[in-house]
């Protein structure tokens, strides 16, 4: 006689829950537990800050279904957090975005701001590089919003990112590339793109690009990612046997990365 192992599991399991459980408690959600029990300690610009960009993160992917959801299941720990961090600024400085108040992020966000850039070098840098104050979208969300509209695995776009730019939005190599795909000025016109300093523009024009070396070369990501740094008439003229070692090497960078998931590193 024979006996499956996981239905013979998921069986007994079944049976010993109905047989063991206590009576059900009524459901508390972990933000109603994390708002009860978290000690009341200063609330750092920098944590903040880093609460903040999750939510507008989290906004942002949810697609509008935050709205639908009953107010009882959403993050009362991280809004109370939010609000701890708000409490602790003189009142002039929270005036923006009191605790709980409706469209709070960007009132919010202009108070951690000013809180940041009181505490120092790093934290501004940390808010700069992870929050947009503008309202537009962080850049993990634009990732995924090119993933989406291209077809381009987000793992891909991340460490061709981390690659070029280090995930800085404002960097400029030697050559004149800019922003976090490094555009050069002649290829962000073709795809017109307006401000290559702009994450959004810059993340879906590069995320574009790479979509059309990949059609180009019949999917084969050597030839595109070669295509992506050396350009494509390079590569149209002299192939990928007699790479430049540059080419060679972002070559190596970028599969790397990207087979080992290490460029995860938005700020």
Known sequence: MSIDPVATAQHWGAAKKASTAPAAAPAVSFGEVLARNAPAEPVSARTAAEILRLKMLSSAMSLGTEEARPAATRSLGVQGLLDRFLEQLPKDAAATGGPGSAGSEAGVGEAVAGAVTESGADDAATLENGLNLSGDLPTEAIIEKASRRYGIDGGLIRAIIKVESDFNPRAVS???????MQLMPSTARGLGVKNSFDPEENV????????DMLRRYDGNLNEALAAYNWGPANVDRHGTD???????????????????GAAHDVG
């Open 204 to 211: 879906m024009a590069g995320t574009r690009f790479l979509k």
């Open 242 to 260: 007699r790479l430049p070692r540059e080419t060679r090497a972002y070559l190596t960078k970028v599969k790397g990365y990207y087979a080992q």
């Open 174 to 180: 030697s050559a004149g590339a800019q922003g976090l």
